[in-house]
């Protein structure tokens, strides 16, 4: 019992000598650099039908939340982070290739597509029908006219107001276009206005 006892006594006063692990440098923040990348591969994340994409959107404050338009296959969704998508546009669209995404940074429920591939080809290049929006995060989708716009380059909704919204139209293809040019509405999309034109051959991007 003695040496039991003497032996838990040499055990105490030895404890405060044994040395614990040696603490973890603390990792600065922003300490991210370009080295911190050279090991990265990019990787297809789908989704694996739908053709083409020449738009995609993430949303502000949802990092896991993406929309992604197609050549032919319409409109695409993720919430986390690619690992599954999911068409959110079938039987809304009555064309289905999409040239321009915007989702509100105020509203993340407003999300406006302009119709067409922007980026024209020689061999082939799908036209749209104008601009659709959805109010509800893609669940749902209305037209909101600009039907002869045919390729829409780009939408941009001011950052703080998602009924102000600006739409650049390519116009068609393959000939003069009064429909080109930069186009405005500041109700969501019930009216619109040609903010900028320059001749009916000079299309916005």
Known sequence: MKSILSI??????????????????????????????????????????????????????????????????????????????KNISDGFLKTGTVGAIAVSESDPNVVVVGMGEHAARGVMTSMGDGVYKSEDAGATWNHLGLDFSRHIANVEIHPSNPDLIYVAVQGAQYGPSSERG??????????????????????AA
């Open 182 to 203: 930069i186009y405005r509405t500041k109700n969501g999309g019930k009216t619109w206005k040609k903010v900028l034109y320059v001749s009916d051959i000079t299309g």
């Open 8 to 85: 838990l006594l040499a055990f105490l006063m030895c404890s405060p000598f044994v040395q614990s692990q040696k603490k973890k440098k603390s990792i600065k923040k922003n300490s991210v650099t370009n080295e911190s990348f050279n090991n990265l591969n990019w990787r297809n994340i789908g989704p694996f039908r739908g053709g083409r994409s020449v738009t995609s959107e993430g949303v502000v404050k949802e990092p896991s939340t993406f929309y992604m338009g197609t050549t032919g296959g319409g409109i695409w969704k993720t919430v986390d982070n690619g690992m599954q998508w």
